[in-house]
Structures are given as structure tokens and as C-alpha cells.
């Protein structure tokens, strides 16, 4: 005999087989073989007359499992596709009961069965294009016949869900065949749905409909042109028109054939791998390797912020934007005034643009409150300090804070570049104590560093991470080192950006290298909107502490023309009043051709690749070190600070991925090559042990 399988249950004269995976009913080997063999058991069974199909918890499924991702596991017997087919071959109607979550290959399944019933509320997605990918278990070829061609092709272009009730909504929709009342009554009335269709024959399949866009060949020109517009480097959009136009002239097979080699054809393009290396990273991010899920975590209800300048001001909104009370204190009543302002005059700009209704805005305004005395911090859960990047000014800042705060309480500092052990040594709770470096605009900005220091609490980390998530952010894990993980990798950059200039380049032909590769914006475009006197002051601080590193002093004698950017209406490009437009400087231009000069170089022609290369791979190296350093403790990580706070191409997927994708042996092989330059610093190319030991084993950065 056989164990009774967990999966299935008889109610009355009908079979119910629950998908029951968590979190989300992911569709991975087990669950599809418990489908099968829940199909088996029921057709083998002379009570049963029907079949319901549903997902136990929080969904009905969300798709694939992300744990198969990119392993053979994904296709084993029965894979999606056969699971799919053997739902169909069913003698019994499968009637699939649909709520909360449905996407990817849930949506897929259910697609397969020969009815749906579906609870109000539930998430109907295609979002496979999300990942580089059309959708592989025959969506592109069902749902076009249950919903139409063109809002079909909406769903699988856009990848977004869509409401079950809006989808029930649609005139001649073929999706749904029944609107339960609600999520509660779901179940019940699924089973009275498949009593009621027992006995129809021929089962209806979905395969079967007709398929066709009135407009024809006109339709798909118009849909190409529009998917074109917003697919930019990826190539998925523009497959997936083809394969909802394959739905609308092949027949059902030789449309799924289709399909299937457009969705294998798209797995090995360089977009999906940094698509999916993506998604599987931004969840990894949360987790770190000795920090348990379980882990406890303190109470934040109320959040106090020291400083209200530029960063302070942004840090407070993502707490009133989550609904959490913001005090904030300032060193005088007018620094706080304006803080407040600036506050308010953002939000206003939001209500303005429509993005923010007015109700909205003054609930927000009304949790946030002000003083100029630490005694009023006493019931705050958390404090963020963002004062002047200033040790002293921090000792003094972090001497109160540990007088007022409730014990308990977190103290987190923004501080970019000072020791946050050093900051945490000036309080007699230094496992209280940790980093919180948000990215300017704090407010829009998606990329949180939560800096781990020596002693810091796994509680406090832990509260942190889940902190940041509830303000929308994409929280990584820094210790504490020099600008941290981000910053300490820009640096690299920059300094490569630097000699180039003395090598021969403009800054406009480094930026427009660097944009065409994708970064949002080049290093010089970037220094001019950060402002350069911020990189001025960290190279005083550092080169002098240093003396022996070698860098580009050209940066340094823009500062001293007071150019430092946006701020000033000019830095390496010229700015006109109120624009944002980087006009090339004859004037900086000059200045680097004279310093180029004044140094005994012949300017030579570098080509794109090199500017790349050089400006990348130094990354690359630095990130080695951070690595191997326990600094970040996955390269996962690392991509995540670049994709979210350095505008680093999505479809290259961060540093570490596309020097994978590159080929870590062939990454060396370069480095060597840029060594040679005698106007290059020889010691940024000399590989970090664990480049040098992966790129000799061919393997890449885990
Ligand atoms: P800022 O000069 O705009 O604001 C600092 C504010 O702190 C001012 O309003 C000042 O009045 C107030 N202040 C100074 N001393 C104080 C004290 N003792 N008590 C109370 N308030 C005091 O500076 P910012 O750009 O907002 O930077 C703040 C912190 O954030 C720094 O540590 C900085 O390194 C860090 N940071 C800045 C950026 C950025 O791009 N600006 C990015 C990340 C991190």
C-alpha cells in the first residue's frame, strides 16, 4: 500500500488536489508529481466524478519554483509541460479553484483545466517577460483564446497582474467560468461548480478555441511599433508579440512549438541570465549567512532623526511615506524650519504632479514633529543620525543620544565614509549602534547599506533589513571599511576616469563610453550632479593620509575653479540656469589638454572598450577584495549596490555578473594587459587573490 498522499482528499463524490508548497505553491518537482499523482488516484477511483484543483495558504500558485531555477531539476518528469498535459487527458473534469496568487505556470495550470473558478482579489499574471522570458507552459498560446488577443497580449508584454473581478469583467472573456462571491466561499462553491459539470462531454479544453485578432497582420505592426518604443535592450517584449501572433495563425501544437523554442532560444540570452540573476540576488539580499530568519526583531513604531539637511529630510519621508512617526532634531530652530520646508515643498511637488493625494500629504506631515532637545527622543525605538560628516560631531551627537535613548533602542548613523566601530565606541551600547547609509535623494533612492559593525547586535541587523523592506528599499549587508561597498568600489572607477583624462580622452567621450555600455550616467556626468567637492574633500582627506597613491589631479584643479557641478552651474560640462542639459566646456577641456601637457603626454585614441573596461574591471578587482574581506558576504550583494544606487545596467546584472559573463580568466587577461600602461597605477591591476584563484580554477564569483 502505498502512504496516503498528503495532496489529496475526497469531499463527497469529488477529488480536491492542493498544491502545497510555500510560501507560494511554487510548481517544483514534488508538487508536480503529486498533481499526477492526485489525477491518477481520482480517475482510478469509481466514487470520484470531478476534480478540483487548488493551492493551500497564501496562494493558488505563483509559478515555478525559484529554487529549480537554471537546474535540470526544472524539466524532470513530469515537467510543467507534461503535468499541463496530463490535467487535459484527465476522463474527469478538473475544475481549478483560483484565489489570491495566480501566475507564471499557476496561471499556466490552471489554464490546462477545464474550468475556473476564481475568488474576487486574486493576482492574475503572465510576469515571465519580468525575468527576460516569454511564458514556456503554453501561455502565450491559451490565454489569448480566454481572453482575447490584445488583452492577453497587455498581461504577457506588461508582465503586471491584473485583478481576478476586472478580468471576470471582460466582454466574451473565457477565463473564468464562474466569479466565486468571495475568497471564503471559494471552495464551496468550486465544488458545487464541479458537481454541476460532472457529467458534460466532451471536456472542454482550452485548445480548442478559436484564436484570431480581427485586425489581423495591421493589429501586430501596431503592437510591434509600441513594444519596440518601451523594450529598449531587452529582446523578450518583441517574442512575445511573435508568440501571441503564432497563437492567431498556426494551429495549437504548432503554435506551442513556437513557443517553446522562443522561450529556450530567450533563456540563454546574456538579458534573461541578468534578469534572473537579479530576482534570485534582491531575495538573497535580505538573508544573512549568521543572521536566522527567525531571529527577533525589536519594535519600531517611532523614529527619531537628528539633522535636517539633505539627507535627514529624505530619511524622514521614507518613514512618513511607511507611517511611522518621524521626530526630527536640529542643532537651531531655523536649520529645523527649513528641513521642514524642504519636507513640504517635495510633497507638495508630488500632490502637484498628481502622484500624491492631498489627504495623503497632510496625514504624512502630521506624524512628523520637531525639537531642539534630546530629552524629547526618550520614546523613540530608533534614531537615524545625519549631521555633518564630522567625527567630532558625531561624538558629541552619539554622547546624548546614549544619555536619552530607552534601552533597547537602535542608533543608526548615515555617516559615508567615517569608522561607524569608532562611532559606536563613543556610546556604552556599541551593540546598538549601526549603519544606515542612505543614497541621495534618500527619498527616491532604492539602495539602503546597513553597516554591520564589530559589535553590532544580530537583533539590531535583523530589525534593520526588515525595516528597510518596509520602507520599500533594497537593503544590503556592508562591515565597515572605507565607503563601504559601494563607494569603496567607486572610487576604482573614478580614479580610472581620471587617467584617462591624462591619457587622452575628453570627459564626454568616458561618459558617452560608459552610457552606451548603460549606466545611466558616466563619471563625470555623476561627479558633476553629486558635486565634486564631495570626492575633492574625501581625496585631501585620504591622498594626504596616503601619500603614495597615484590619481588624475585633474579633478582636483576643476575644484579649485570652484566648478563643482550642477550646484555651481558648472563643473565638467557647462550648465545653463535651471536646466539640466551638460553642455561640453571648451574652458575644462583646455585645462585637461594644458594638464595632459604640463605632465609630457601625447595624447593617444582610446577606444569605447578600454574606457569600459578599465573603468569596470577596477571595480571588479576592488569588489574582489570586498569579498574576500568578508565586507559583502555574496557577489550577489555587490550587484544589487550597484544596480540599485550606481545606475549599472539591469540587463548586465551588476559588476560581478557581467564580469562572469565575461569570463573571469579573460577579466585577468585584461587587467594584465592595463598593468603594462606605464600612466595607469600598476597596483589597482594586480588581481585580488580570490580573481586570480577563480579565474586559474574557470570558475566564477559565487
Ligand atoms: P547637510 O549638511 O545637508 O545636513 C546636516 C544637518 O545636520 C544640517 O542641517 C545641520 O544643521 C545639522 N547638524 C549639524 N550638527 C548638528 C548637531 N550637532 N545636532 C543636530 N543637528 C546638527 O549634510 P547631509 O548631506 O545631509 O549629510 C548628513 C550625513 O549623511 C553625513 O554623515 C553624510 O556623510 C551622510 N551622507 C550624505 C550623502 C549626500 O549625498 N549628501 C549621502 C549619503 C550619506
Not at 501561455?139 to 503586471?160: D, H
Not at 530629552?375 to 544619555?403: H, N, S, T, Y
Not at 520599500?472 to 565597515?480: I, L, N, Q, R
Request: aromatic fraction near 6%; hydrophobic fraction near 45%; charge should be neutral.
Amino acid at each position: 500500500m502505498t502512504a496516503p498522499n498528503p495532496h489529496y482528499q475526497v469531499h463527497g463524490n469529488i477529488a480536491v488536489i492542493t498544491l502545497n508548497n510555500p510560501p507560494v505553491n511554487g510548481l517544483g518537482l514534488a508538487t508536480r508529481r503529486a498533481v499526477t499523482a492526485g489525477l491518477a488516484q481520482a480517475n482510478a477511483d469509481k466514487t470520484v466524478v470531478a476534480i478540483v484543483l487548488t493551492g493551500a495558504g497564501k496562494a493558488f500558485s505563483g509559478g515555478a519554483d525559484i529554487k529549480e531555477f537554471d537546474t535540470p531539476q526544472a524539466m524532470q518528469e513530469p515537467n510543467l509541460l507534461s503535468m499541463i498535459l496530463a490535467i487535459e487527458h484527465s476522463a474527469k473534469p478538473v475544475v481549478a479553484a483560483i484565489h489570491s496568487v495566480c501566475m507564471g505556470g499557476g496561471l499556466e495550470t490552471a489554464l490546462g483545466c477545464h474550468y475556473r473558478v476564481a475568488a474576487p482579489g486574486c493576482n492574475v499574471a503572465l510576469p515571465e517577460v519580468k525575468l527576460g522570458l516569454i511564458p514556456g507552459a503554453g501561455g502565450t498560446q491559451r490565454l489569448p483564446r480566454v481572453l482575447g488577443v490584445e488583452a492577453a497580449l497587455n498581461m504577457i508584454v506588461s508582465g503586471e497582474p491584473v485583478k481576478s473581478e476586472l478580468l471576470a469583467s471582460l466582454p466574451g472573456q473565457k477565463l473564468f467560468d464562474k466569479l466565486a462571491a468571495s475568497a471564503e466561499s471559494l471552495m464551496e462553491e468550486a465544488l458545487a461548480f464541479a458537481q454541476s459539470i460532472a457529467d458534460v462531454r466532451p471536456l472542454p479544453l482550452v485548445r480548442n478555441l478559436k484564436c484570431k485578432h480581427p485586425q489581423g497582420d495591421a493589429y501586430f505592426q501596431f503592437a510591434r511599433n509600441m513594444v519596440k518604443g518601451m523594450a529598449k535592450n531587452y529582446p523578450a517584449p518583441l517574442k512575445c508579440v511573435d508568440a501571441v501572433e503564432a497563437a492567431t495563425k498556426q494551429k495549437f501544437e504548432a503554435g506551442m512549438a513556437f513557443e517553446i523554442s522562443t522561450f529556450m532560444g530567450l533563456m540563454m540570452t546574456s538579458e534573461s541570465r541578468a534578469l534572473r540573476h537579479l530576482f534570485a540576488a534582491e531575495r538573497a539580499a535580505s538573508k544573512i549567512p549568521d543572521v536566522p530568519a527567525d531571529t527577533a526583531q525589536r519594535a519600531i513604531k517611532r523614529i527619531a532623526v537628528i539633522g535636517a539637511g539633505t539627507m535627514g529630510g529624505g530619511i524622514a519621508m521614507n518613514f512618513l511615506n511607511a507611517g511611522i512617526p518621524v521626530k526630527m532634531l536640529e542643532a537651531k530652530p531655523e536649520a529645523l524650519e527649513r528641513g521642514v520646508a524642504t519636507i513640504r515643498k517635495n510633497y507638495e511637488a508630488q500632490v502637484t504632479k498628481g502622484k500624491l493625494k492631498q489627504d495623503k500629504f497632510e496625514q504624512r506631515m502630521a506624524l512628523l514633529s520637531t525639537t531642539l532637545s534630546y530629552d524629547d527622543l526618550r520614546d523613540a525605538d530608533m534614531v537615524i543620525e545625519a549631521v555633518f560628516e564630522d567625527m567630532g560631531v558625531k561624538k558629541a551627537v552619539f554622547q546624548e543620544l546614549d544619555r536619552v535613548m530607552k534601552p533597547g533602542a537602535i542608533l543608526a548613523s548615515n555617516t559615508s565614509t567615517l569608522d561607524l566601530d569608532q562611532i559606536a565606541s563613543f556610546t556604552l551600547r556599541p551593540h546598538d549602534v549601526v549603519g544606515t547609509h542612505f543614497f541621495s535623494p534618500a527619498n527616491v533612492m532604492k539602495l539602503l547599506e546597513v553597516v554591520r559593525g564589530k559589535a553590532t547586535a544580530k537583533d539590531v541587523l535583523a530589525t534593520v533589513m526588515a525595516l528597510g523592506k518596509k520602507i520599500k528599499k533594497t537593503s544590503v549587508v556592508s562591515g565597515v571599511c572605507d565607503g563601504f561597498i559601494g563607494n569603496r568600489m567607486i572610487e576604482q572607477y573614478g580614479r580610472q576616469a581620471g587617467f584617462l583624462l591624462d591619457e587622452g580622452c575628453t570627459p564626454a567621450q568616458v561618459d558617452k563610453a560608459l552610457e552606451k555600455f548603460g549606466m545611466a550616467m558616466g563619471p563625470f556626468r555623476m561627479g558633476d550632479l553629486a558635486g565634486n567637492d564631495i570626492g575633492w574633500a574625501i581625496r585631501k582627506r585620504k591622498y594626504v593620509e596616503q601619500p603614495g597613491v597615484k590619481y588624475s589631479k585633474t579633478a582636483d584643479l576643476l575644484c579649485e575653479l570652484g566648478r563643482f557641478g550642477q550646484k555651481t552651474g558648472a563643473g565638467w560640462y557647462d550648465y545653463q540656469a535651471g536646466k539640466r542639459d551638460a553642455l561640453p566646456s571648451a574652458l575644462v577641456e583646455k585645462m585637461v589638454a594644458d594638464n595632459r601637457a604640463s605632465l609630457g603626454i601625447t595624447p593617444r585614441k582610446i577606444g569605447d572598450e578600454e574606457i569600459v573596461q578599465r573603468l569596470v574591471f577596477a571595480m571588479v578587482n576592488e569588489a574582489a577584495h570586498i569579498l574576500e574581506e568578508g565586507i559583502a558576504s555574496k557577489s550577489g550583494d555587490i550587484d544589487m549596490v550597484y544596480l540599485t544606487g550606481y545606475g549599472f545596467p539591469i540587463y548586465r546584472g551588476g559588476p560581478m555578473h557581467y564580469a562572469n559573463e565575461i569570463g573571469l580568466f579573460n577579466v585577468v587577461q585584461a587587467m594584465q594587459r592595463f598593468a603594462q600602461n606605464p600612466l595607469d597605477d600598476a597596483a589597482i591591476w594586480t588581481p585580488a587573490p580570490l580573481l586570480a584563484r577563480l579565474a586559474a580554477d574557470g570558475q566564477t564569483f559565487n
